[in-house]
C-alpha cells in the first residue's frame, strides 16, 4: 500500500507518495486539472499497489477526489483545522503540507470528513443559489433605499417594491446618473424575481418526491423551501449519532473553554454549513409564534433582556428545531412535541 498527500492550491497541487515504512516514492507538483491527474496516477501505477490519499477539505478538492477515485485511488477528504491540530509546523509549506498529510495517511489519523454524494451536491447546489440570488435582489433594494435617502426622499411605504411603491419610484426626480441606476436596479431586481421564482417552483415539484421533505414540513416553521435546503445540507441524518451531534454540527452551539474550576462559554462555533444554520434560524423565527415553542422562547428572551434576547432566544430555538428534526428523520415520523402544546389551568 502506499499513501499520498495532497496539498492543493490555486495554480497546482503539490504530492508526495510514500510507503508503508514512511520512505518516499514521490515528490512532485502537478496542475490540477483532468489530464494532469491521470498522468499522475498512471505514474504512480508503476510501482504496482494500491494507493489511498488525503487532500484537505477546500475549494476544488472534490474534483481532487473524483479524479483520482476514477483511477482506482482511495482518497480521503480531511478537516483542514483539525490537521493543523494534529500536526503543528514551524515552516510551513505547501511541499510540507503534502508530506504531513502523507504521514497522517500512513498512520491512519486523518480526521476525515463526510464527502456528500453526487445527488445530495446537486440538491444543495439548487438551495445555494436560490439564497445567492436572494442576496444579491436583498443587496440592490438595500441600494435604492440608500440613494433615496442620500437624496432625502422619505420611504412611507412597507414595501417599496410593490406596485404603489413602484409609482413612487416613477415619479422620483433624481439626478443623472442615479435615476439611470435606479431604472436599471428596478429591472434586475424584476428579472432575478423571475429566475428566483423558477427555482422555487422546481423546489417545490422535487420536494414532492423526497423522502425526508415531508417529514420535516411537519416541523414547527418549516415550509418547503427550508424543508428542501435542510434536507440538502443534512444529507445522510445516519451518520450523526445522537440529536446533539446534529445541533453541534450546525455550529449553533457556543464555544466551550474549560480548564479546572473555569468554564467560559465563548461565541457560537459556526462549523458546518453556513446555510444550515440560515435555514433553522429563519425556522426559528417563525417557530417562536408556534405554540409549541412560544412559551420557551419568550421566557429565555425576557431573561436576557432587550438588548440580546431575542437573538439568543432564537438561537436557542434553532437548537431545539435541530434536535426534533434528527429525532424525525431518524424515527421515520411526523413532528410530535412531548408534552401538550397548551398548559390548561386547573
Known amino acids: 500500500m502506499l499513501y499520498?498527500?495532497?496539498?492543493?492550491?490555486?495554480?497546482?497541487?503539490?504530492?508526495?507518495?510514500?510507503?508503508?515504512?514512511?520512505t518516499t516514492v514521490l515528490a512532485t507538483a502537478v496542475s490540477p486539472d483532468a489530464d494532469a491527474l491521470r498522468t499522475l496516477a498512471h505514474r504512480v501505477a508503476g510501482e504496482g499497489q494500491d494507493v489511498r490519499a488525503t487532500v484537505e477539505s477546500m475549494t476544488g478538492a472534490r474534483f481532487i477526489h473524483d479524479q483520482l477515485e476514477l483511477a482506482g485511488w482511495d482518497v480521503l477528504i480531511a478537516d483542514a483545522q483539525r490537521v493543523r491540530g494534529l500536526a503543528p509546523l514551524a515552516a510551513k509549506t505547501d511541499k510540507i503540507d503534502a508530506h504531513v498529510l502523507a504521514e497522517l495517511t500512513r498512520r491512519?489519523?486523518?480526521?476525515?470528513i463526510w464527502l456528500p454524494t453526487p445527488g445530495v451536491r446537486c440538491e444543495r447546489e439548487r438551495a445555494r443559489f436560490r439564497l445567492h440570488l436572494v442576496r444579491h435582489r436583498s443587496a440592490i433594494?438595500?441600494?435604492?433605499?440608500?440613494?433615496?435617502?442620500?437624496?432625502?426622499?422619505?420611504?412611507?411605504?412597507?414595501?417599496?417594491?410593490?406596485?404603489?411603491?413602484?409609482e413612487l419610484l416613477d415619479r422620483l426626480a433624481l439626478p443623472e446618473?442615479?435615476?439611470?441606476?435606479?431604472?436599471?436596479?428596478?429591472?434586475?431586481?424584476?428579472?432575478?424575481?423571475?429566475?428566483?421564482?423558477?427555482?422555487?417552483?422546481?423546489?417545490?415539484?422535487l420536494g414532492?418526491?423526497?423522502?425526508?421533505i415531508p417529514l420535516l414540513l411537519t416541523v414547527p416553521g418549516v415550509g418547503p423551501i427550508l424543508a428542501y435546503t435542510i434536507a440538502s445540507e443534512i444529507g445522510d441524518v445516519r451518520r450523526f449519532a445522537s440529536a446533539k451531534k446534529l445541533a453541534g454540527y450546525t455550529g449553533l452551539c457556543p464555544l466551550v473553554r474549560q480548564s479546572g474550576n473555569r468554564d467560559i462559554r465563548g461565541p457560537l462555533a459556526k462549523n458546518g454549513p453556513k446555510y444550515l444554520r440560515w435555514a433553522l434560524i429563519e425556522a426559528a423565527t417563525h417557530a417562536a409564534r408556534d405554540a409549541h415553542?412560544?412559551?420557551?422562547?419568550?421566557?429565555?428572551?425576557?431573561?436576557?433582556?432587550?438588548?440580546?434576547?431575542?437573538?439568543?432566544a432564537r438561537v436557542d430555538l434553532a437548537r431545539q428545531l435541530a434536535e426534533a428534526i434528527w429525532h424525525i428523520l431518524t424515527k421515520n415520523e411526523p413532528f410530535a412535541p412531548a408534552g401538550p402544546a397548551i398548559h390548561l389551568v386547573a
Open 4 to 22: 499520498a498527500g495532497l496539498d492543493l492550491s490555486r495554480q497546482r497541487l503539490d504530492v508526495h507518495v510514500v510507503r508503508e515504512d514512511g
Open 108 to 112: 491512519a489519523l486523518v480526521p476525515e
Open 141 to 166: 433594494k438595500n441600494r435604492i433605499h440608500a440613494t433615496l435617502m442620500t437624496f432625502g426622499h422619505p420611504c412611507p411605504l412597507t414595501d417599496l417594491f410593490g406596485v404603489a411603491g413602484r
Open 177 to 205: 446618473p442615479w435615476h439611470t441606476n435606479l431604472a436599471a436596479s428596478l429591472a434586475l431586481i424584476d428579472d432575478l424575481t423571475r429566475r428566483i421564482d423558477d427555482l422555487e417552483l422546481e423546489l417545490r415539484h
Open 208 to 212: 414532492v418526491d423526497h423522502p425526508s
Open 293 to 312: 415553542y412560544r412559551e420557551r422562547y419568550e421566557r429565555t428572551k425576557q431573561r436576557l433582556g432587550r438588548q440580546r434576547g431575542a437573538k439568543v
